[in-house]
């Protein structure tokens, strides 16, 4: 039984989004992410090498992180088998007062 996975589409600023199954296999994809199969094998890497590392003294893994660039970010979530990508855009902010300035 495939998720409901409608709430994807729904998320603000988002410009497309994949489902990633625990085995590394595409389940949903859509916009910028589509029929990107390299991208998430690169992904479940990250994956792999985040929950490795042990990054508290606990060992508790993480559920949610994120992948910023000047123009977009990456929203990656783990929940159950899943793990959920969405590519967004940064809400605009006004420019600095010191941005783009000439000396």
């Keep these: 039984m495939e998720p409901n996975l409608a709430f994807l589409a729904k998320i603000p600023d988002q410009v497309g989004y994949q489902v990633i199954s625990a085995d590394g296999a595409v389940v949903k994809s859509s916009g910028d992410l589509a029929n990107r199969d390299t991208f998430a094998s690169v992904v479940m890497k ?3 090498v985040a929950q ?3 990054i508290t003294k606990t060992g508790e893994p993480f559920k949610y992180f994120t992948v ?3 123009e977009y970010f990456y929203s ?3 929940t159950g088998k899943l793990v959920y990508v969405v590519k967004r855009k940064p809400k605009q902010n006004p420019p600095s007062p010191t ?3 000439i000396v």
Excluded: G, H, P
């Design 76 to 78: 990656i979530s783990v």
């Design 52 to 54: 490795s590392a042990q």
């Design 68 to 70: 910023n660039f000047d």
């Design 99 to 101: 941005k783009n300035v």
């Design 46 to 48: 990250m994956l792999q």
